[in-house]
């Protein structure tokens, strides 16, 4: 039995588009005399909807668009259509208004829902917001083979895997009794740096746990700040992966089921981009697809001459091509020489457009604006910032004049400890680089220019980093070496560990608290950054919720000895 | 017995002072001879903790706190504190890893541990994101009285008075079969528009039901978005309000438990602020704790002549004293006489402080940035938005120098359709109005002026509202009259209608379907905006959830006759 699965790239909320994206890839797949289809999680209406789930006309429209689906797709395949439905019984016996559903499609009409069971509420995910859990694990009939339903979330339960479990029942575990054929899973998992490596792992235990093997079917595209990577898979009764269909890209996989040996066949196994290669696949995808979704086609954004929006500026042109890339550079009076040759060295490379509108004159009206306010203060952050905000209002000048997208540059060591001006460089729709620590962003560069076409100037990359806001000025006036900041900040906030606990890994504890403590207090800087593609298992976007008007501060950092903080390698 | 609820608030995470607020009220009690002290849902935290809740040293922080508050504690009295305590089998059973939990104090020890069972996660709750639901409702013995204890949400699931059941449990119906004496709730219910008359409704039902009384502890102040307006209850049982804590102010209530009649005993009735005076409060109170929370002492806000910003300085001189609110006025080439003229009056009416910050040479030096770019374009949106970028530049730059937290101005009608502007008029630390649609601006500076001390000026009130970014300008050039924009955006935004719904209550369906596009078009600004004092049920704060790269524009707006547009009354 020849299965496929569509690997699709809906667009949330788009029904009608969506619905032809699984319509086109079965057609495409009858060609090839599959017999079932699989498409990704909620596929008809694109994972995450979030609280267009709230709107009875949306949930409705999904409801007649499913059986119009039916009736238009090839009547002898049966393909698997992620949907939200309603839980009649909500109101007579409590729950929630919905259910996370597959729907099996057959013979011209809508056979069998199956419950999504397991509902993350960590992180980005909101699933108990709106849907009520499935009260238990099914499969159905096809060719004589049992096959179960799973979705998502469904398969991350295994005990022996996590060394712990995560929700009372195991999904897997109850179709594995009912003795099922195959076990498959409709996804809509995010990407996060390495995650793959992970589900693989998993589901290699997870097959040779049962001796069940199990097709995996995840979405693929941006959504916000969620990027979903595809690499969907199967794996044999033994554990083996026997296929993968592409990463960060749309695909329609399929895979024989030999209904003697009652398993997967070994079939084509994409390759799976790794480290640099794989953070960069997947920010090109979220900056290409946000753009798209959102009905951009030119992208902008402010080259300073630094590292950050060198990076930026190579992913814009990667992800919609260089002569949709505008350039803008906004020089002071305290920007270095450098800071324009690099960046037109950087444009030059890139083959994109740029522009340049000093600030010179636009500094000197503000000075003149705040003479009598500020006539007895010194030049301080209140100055530093409004050259930032200058160069935010130019930007957005030129964002609202022509259209185009305003992509702001900013990373994660500088979002978290507050390193960034709030209506400044923080400005645009997307900040495709707010989940890359600082040290990241250098790999990243050094990772791309090791490739066939260097592009980043080496001078962009060895000078130190610097936000010239005054003369002389480089980030570690103000802020540990990128390499500690970034240690101390991923176990912060990733690894949620105590002041105490970092102290015992090395680091000094007045930086330790420091760094903590900019970290709180930037929050609200945060709250109205824009999405921030998500990379890691902690980002600053959907899946953070902190107090700003919060007086938390860890004070248990030990008495330490004092420890020199190394200079920067 | 005598029973008094501490109506406290608690500055999220502050755990030391929190457990002063504890002691002190106790202490109060103490004099009065109370048997029996209540305190808010999570006291010791405050509500909501958010995702303080991830961090383990915090949790531990907690645990360490709750045995040093029973010793201080006086003896002879039983307290209940709200506390997140661990799951201790959670990684066993799978779950998550927190309960949500009342602590029994007595006798200088913890004594017991009540679980939240009913966990809700729709607007702007994420309980179910932290916290396993306990099992069971138990209660405890004080005297001889079995005292059932609940949590929030565990009083809101009474099918009766819903119409539906909205959970599979009712904690309330469980504690009443256990024939307990009293039930006691501890609360953290944010406020909203006429949410009490609802929660004493429910409260004098479920006591008529039951036939047993009910003493509701809920918390006061405000936290980011979200405001608790105490007003904590006693019901007894024939469903009788017998006492009322202060509705917006911290509180110690005392209400008498008599054993032999085995009920509540009739006690002070605090007044219930209504309509615009219980908004008034609320949004004072927002305002007050954000700042005083966050360690301002200084307000500071743009003045355009225009009611919004009327209406906000109003409530920042109410927050925290006219002597500490500083309203900037920025006049533009565009600006009429009256926007300085009514401005001025205003800040003399109010007694606040201004500066006059003139923005027409700023605006000519981006002119002249721009001119090159923009040569073959007209005067347009992106002009307009200049204005407002200069004006939110100038007001960061002042709080940025002088440390006074900005206060935006807009209000929900404008926030919902996207008639501001981002990194402009939008630009602040807290947005307090927010959640307030233009028409009840005007009802709000309306009711301000028929008090003792009227303040607003009449001609702020009567003239046709603008934004003055080009000239002769009314907000109705670009928007439907308020009233009309108003109704329609409550029945989507809140209501959640579809169009054809809206459209059958009189609208006409082309400016449904404009509104409605407007909406989704926005979200992007909504994103980016600062936190919103939350008024109503439905706010565009953590509560609103919506995707921003998404397509869904219900376009069932049936065909209908031309409906002419009324004319603003």
Same mark, same amino acid.
């Given at each position: ?18 619905? *032809? %994206? ?37 949930? *409705? ?54 419950? !999504? ?65 195959? =076990? ?15 589900? *693989? ?6 097959? #040779? ?50 209904? =003697? ?12 981009? #790794?480290?640099?290669? *794989? ?13 798209? /979704?959102?009905?951009? +086609? !030119? ?28 350039? =803008?550079?906004? &020089? +002071? ?19 994109? #457009?740029?522009?340049? %509108?000093? =600030? ?40 609202? /004049? ?60 060895? /000078? &130190?980093?610097?936000?010239?806001? /005054? ?46 403590? %900019? ?51």
């Amino acid at each position: 039995m020849k299965i496929a699965i569509a690997q699709l790239n809906p667009t949330i909320g788009n029904l009608d588009h969506n619905a *032809e %994206l699984i319509l086109a890839a079965a057609q495409q797949a009858a060609t090839q005399n599959v017999r079932l289809l699989l498409t990704p999680e909620l596929s008809l209406c694109g994972y995450p909807p979030r609280d267009l789930l709230m709107q009875p006309a949306f949930v *409705e429209q999904m409801a007649r668009r499913l059986p119009q689906l039916a009736q238009d797709l090839p009547p002898q395949m049966a393909v698997l259509v992620g949907i939200a439905v309603s839980n009649p019984t909500a109101a007579q016996l409590g729950g929630k208004p919905l259910f996370n559903s597959t729907a099996l499609l057959q013979n011209g009409q809508v056979e069998q829902f199956f419950h !999504k069971r397991l509902l993350p509420t960590y992180d980005v995910f909101d699933d108990n917001r709106y849907f009520e859990p499935g009260s238990a694990s099914e499969y159905f009939m096809l060719d004589g083979l049992r096959i179960g339903v799973t979705i998502c979330e469904d398969l991350w339960n295994d005990a022996n895997f996590w060394g712990k479990r995560n929700y009372a029942v195991d999904p897997l575990a109850e179709l594995a009794a009912q003795n099922v054929d195959l =076990i498959i899973n409709l996804s809509g998992s995010p990407y996060s740096f390495a995650k793959q490596q992970l589900r *693989e792992s998993m589901l290699a235990q997870a097959t #040779q746990t049962y001796g069940q093997p199990i097709l995996y079917s995840n979405q693929v595209g941006g959504n916000d700040d969620l990027i979903f990577d595809g690499s969907s898979v199967g794996f044999n009764r033994q554990g083996e992966l026997v296929c993968r269909a592409q990463a960060f890209e749309s695909d329609l996989m399929t895979v024989e089921f030999d209904p =003697i040996s009652r398993d997967l066949q070994p079939s084509s196994i994409a390759p799976q981009p #790794q480290d640099n290669a *794989e953070i960069w696949a997947a920010l090109v995808l979220g900056v290409k697809d946000y753009m798209r /979704k959102c009905g951009f +086609s !030119k992208a902008m954004l402010g080259l300073s001459g630094g590292i950050d929006s060198a990076l930026v500026a190579a992913l814009a042109a990667a992800a919609v091509g260089a002569e949709n890339v505008l350039g =803008i550079l906004m &020089p +002071s009076p305290y920007s270095s020489d450098h800071s324009v040759s690099d960046a037109l060295e950087l444009a030059q490379n890139l083959g994109i #457009q740029t522009q340049i %509108l000093p =600030i010179g004159e636009l500094m000197q009206s503000y000075d003149q604006s705040f003479a009598e306010l500020f006539q007895d203060s010194e030049f301080g952050l209140a100055e530093e910032n409004i050259q930032s905000r200058i160069r935010g209002s130019l930007l957005m000048g030129i964002s609202n /004049k022509f259209g185009h997208l305003l992509i702001s540059t900013g990373n994660k060591s500088e979002l978290a400890v507050g390193y960034c001006t709030l209506y400044g460089d923080m400005n645009g729709g997307l900040a495709a680089i707010a989940d890359l620590p600082k040290t990241r962003v250098y790999a990243l560069c050094r990772w791309l220019n090791a490739g066939d076409n260097p592009v980043i100037p080496e001078h962009i990359l060895t /000078k &130190p980093p610097s936000a010239e806001l /005054k003369p002389g000025q480089v980030d570690q006036d103000s802020l540990p070496p990128y390499d500690l900041l970034d240690d101390i900040l991923c176990q912060f906030v990733t690894q949620h560990r105590s002041p105490a606990e970092i102290v015992a890994t090395g680091h000094e504890a007045a930086t330790v608290e420091r760094v903590i403590m %900019l970290v709180t207090r930037a929050e609200f800087k945060r709250k109205q950054s824009p999405p921030g593609l998500k990379i890691t298992d902690r980002a600053f976007g959907t899946g953070w919720r902190m107090p700003i008007a919060s007086r938390w501060l860890p004070s248990s950092v030990p008495a330490s000895p004092k420890i020199a903080l190394p200079t920067r390698s």
